[in-house]
């Protein structure tokens, strides 16, 4: 063979391996959902966001307004904004929920029983308003570390175990990896439930 057809060849292998590793394309994009994620200031939301986006700990600040966290699945990506829970916040919380498809209410099970009690006040409105009473929602009652931390039956009402919806108890400060795992699955089955 001479050399002028050695050096075609090897352009021509060149050429293959350049489109084989090269010519394919980005990969597909992974389609994006957007969550709500609501509750009383203090309840653990953007703790609880942080672990489930990989984000250290040490760096949390209670959100003031609203912050919106991407938590990367496989599959997906769910666009969570999260909104503050202060009272003159939560006035404020419809006009955000437009374009949601399912909704995280996170309540701090070891609250007073006054703050309990506007926490189910906010969770029944919620379940109430025109664009979201047709979502799916998961309900985490978070600190399950403290002492006086409320079972699910202690924390929710009859409507919310009467409507069937997901009610799952959590530690945001205390997130493990098994932990963090059934929040994540917990999403997975909010997020098989939405409606596109």
Same mark, same amino acid.
């Given at each position: 063979?001479?050399?002028l @057809?050695?050096? #075609? ?6 050429? !293959?391996?350049?489109? =084989?590793?090269?010519? +394919? ?6 389609p994006?959902?957007d ?11 953007t703790?609880?966001? *942080?672990? /489930?986006? &990989?984000?250290?700990?040490?760096s949390?600040? &209670?959100?003031?307004?609203? &912050? ?6 496989? %599959?997906?990506?769910?666009?969570v904004? #999260? /909104?503050?829970?202060?009272? %003159?916040?939560?006035?404020?919380? *419809? @006009? ?12 701090? *099970? ?6 309990? #009690?506007?926490? @189910? $006040?906010?969770?029944? *409105? ?6 979201l009473c047709? !979502?799916p929602? !998961?309900?985490?009652? $978070?600190?399950?570390?403290?002492p006086? =931390?409320?079972?699910?039956?202690e924390?929710?009402?009859? +409507? ?11 530690c945001?400060?205390? /997130? ?14 909010l997020?098989? $439930?939405?409606?596109?």
């Amino acid at each position: 063979m001479s050399d002028l @057809r050695i050096s #075609e060849a090897f352009l021509y292998m060149d050429y !293959l391996c350049f489109r =084989a590793l090269c010519c +394919k394309g980005p990969p597909p994009a992974r389609p994006e959902y957007d969550l709500v994620c609501i509750g009383l200031t203090g309840s653990g939301k953007t703790s609880l966001l *942080s672990k /489930l986006c &990989s984000e250290s700990p040490d760096s949390v600040v &209670s959100t003031t307004g609203f &912050s919106i966290k991407a938590v990367p699945f496989q %599959n997906a990506i769910l666009n969570v904004k #999260e /909104l503050g829970g202060a009272d %003159n916040i939560r006035k404020y919380w *419809s @006009r955000y929920y437009q374009g949601s498809q399912g909704v995280i209410f996170v309540l701090d *099970s070891a609250s007073s029983e006054d703050d309990l #009690e506007t926490a @189910r $006040n906010e969770l029944h *409105s919620a379940l109430q308003h025109p664009q979201l009473c047709t !979502l799916p929602f !998961l309900i985490l009652a $978070n600190h399950q570390d403290k002492p006086a =931390a409320r079972s699910v039956q202690e924390v929710c009402l009859t +409507k919310v175990t009467t409507l069937g919806l997901s009610v799952c108890c959590t530690c945001a400060a205390m /997130l493990e990896s098994e932990k963090i795992s059934v929040i994540r699955d917990m999403l997975v089955i909010l997020f098989l $439930n939405m409606k596109f």
